[in-house]
């Protein structure tokens, strides 16, 4: 074959791995760079009877149907119509506890009748009962909840999640969860972006013992982490900073070794307490600090300076019962990039649902739609560090969306507790389809 004919065969099969994607009643594309503050968070980049064509897991090109369908690579790509769906980008969840072994049923019901998280967690359930049940589980075990679970992530639209550990607490347990989240990595279609979270409490063979918190710090800077580092188990390094976990002097310690190991700290603040942990990250550079019910005007303002990205998680608050949620209004208003996630866990959140996250932003948090889904994409993807990757439908990312079965975008918040995802893209791919 002469190189010209090569040639033209090579464009042939790729264009048989290109899509054309027509009849969005709306498009959101969410262009326009990251990250979002204050007003720009409620700029969705809105593309009527939008159409995106997908090249080879990428987009090739976005706009409107007329526009697209001129192209003349668009003519021989497969096609299909969306029958006047919306279409975004892929959500983008960066908070999860993806890995542990089992819900914690029990505990809800006391939380309902009264007990608080502090309460519970003292007396030995809370996080130390995941951390029973996931070093008593088997690889094989945990590996296919999380499966499972990552599945019904991408039937809810998301098409990247972060992932922590933080349910081991002991070297093996710990780099055993960051390798399972590797090996997921490559059998299933969504990106894992891992997070070592040692520091997620201090583990009961170290309770009520001489020093038995520094001594667990001790072992987690000199065992656990460099062998997370020389593994390349993690990309960012949380700590839990609050009452019954972490203080903020040790979380300095945890963070800034971390760093100094290229870890990106991300921080678990002012949740239960108000420790001074955001201003902590933002002293750090953190990607994020996370849930922020208790945070006050000065973190605000801190945040509304920095690259720090505020992460809210309504529904801890919701599973929970809380009245208090993060003020979401405040720290949108003082400039913060606020993204929202999940938060899936076995203890506070679990949900794999960002639809159901982002009614509760609207109806809690009184973000407007438009805000919520911008959090959930482009600041999320901020968050991860992957907003030039992910987290909007721009010519050269990634093909990762989702459509809805809505005509407006609004109903995405809108309808809650319901099933409306009906297609999710990554890379390309058609990973889950309703029907
Ligand atoms: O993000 N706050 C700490 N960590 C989790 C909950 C962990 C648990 O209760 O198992 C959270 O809410
Ligand atoms: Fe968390």
Redesign the pocket.
């Given at each position: 074959m002469s190189e010209a004919a090569l040639r033209l065969k090579r464009d042939d099969d790729a264009l048989t791995q290109s899509l054309l994607i027509t009849g969005a009643s709306q498009l959101l594309t969410l262009r326009g760079g990251a990250p979002r503050r204050g007003n720009s968070l409620s700029k969705l980049g809105i593309a009527k009877d939008g159409a995106v064509l997908i090249r080879e897991g990428r987009i090739a090109a976005v706009g409107t149907r007329a526009q697209v369908e001129a192209r003349k690579d668009a003519k021989r790509a497969e096609k299909m119509d969306v029958g006047g769906r919306v279409v975004l980008p892929g959500f983008v969840d960066p908070?999860t506890?993806l890995i542990?072994a089992a819900s914690?049923a029990e505990e809800y019901e006391l939380k309902i009748q009264g007990a608080s998280?502090e309460e519970v967690?003292r007396k030995e359930g809370?996080?130390l009962d995941?951390v029973k049940k996931l070093r008593a589980a088997s690889s094989e075990a945990l590996k296919s909840r999380a499966r499972a679970a990552l599945e019904e992530f991408a039937s809810c639209g998301t098409t990247t999640v972060e992932a922590k550990s933080?349910?081991g607490l002991d070297f093996t347990s710990e780099l055993k969860i960051l390798g399972l989240q590797r090996e997921l990595n490559g059998e299933q279609p969504l990106e894992i972006v891992s997070t070592f979270l040692g520091a997620?409490?201090v583990p009961a063979e170290f309770r009520g013992k001489f020093n038995g918190p520094e001594r667990y710090i001790a072992l987690l800077l000199g065992q656990m982490l460099p062998e997370v580092v020389n593994e390349g188990l993690a990309e960012f390094c949380d700590v839990?900073c609050?009452r019954g976990?972490f203080t903020r002097e040790q979380s300095r310690r945890i963070l800034s070794e971390g760093k100094q190991h290229g870890l990106v700290p991300r921080v678990?603040a002012e949740?239960?307490s108000r420790t001074g942990a955001t201003q902590l990250a933002v002293e750090l550079g953190a990607a994020s600090c996370?849930?922020l019910e208790q945070v006050n005007a000065a973190d605000i303002r801190a945040l509304g300076k920095s690259r720090t990205v505020a992460t809210l998680?309504p529904g801890?608050d919701f599973h929970l019962g809380w009245k208090q949620y993060a003020p979401a209004r405040k720290l949108i208003e003082g400039g913060a990039v606020v993204a929202l996630a999940t938060?899936y866990?076995?203890?506070?959140?679990p949900t794999v649902s960002m639809p159901m996250i982002l009614s509760l932003a609207c109806a809690q948090l009184r973000m407007t739609p438009a805000e919520a889904i911008a959090a959930a994409t482009i600041n999320a993807a901020y968050a991860l560090r992957r907003e030039k990757k992910v987290g909007s439908l721009e010519t050269g990312k990634q093909a990762d969306l989702a459509v809805f079965e809505v005509e407006d975008y609004r109903e995405i918040p809108y309808y809650f507790g319901m099933h409306r995802c009906w297609m999710t893209v990554k890379s390309g791919e058609i990973i889950y389809m309703r029907d």
């Open positions: 908070h506890h542990h914690r998280y967690a809370g996080i995941s933080g349910y997620h409490t839990f609050d976990a678990h949740q239960l996370d849930h998680l801890c938060d866990n076995p203890g506070t959140s």
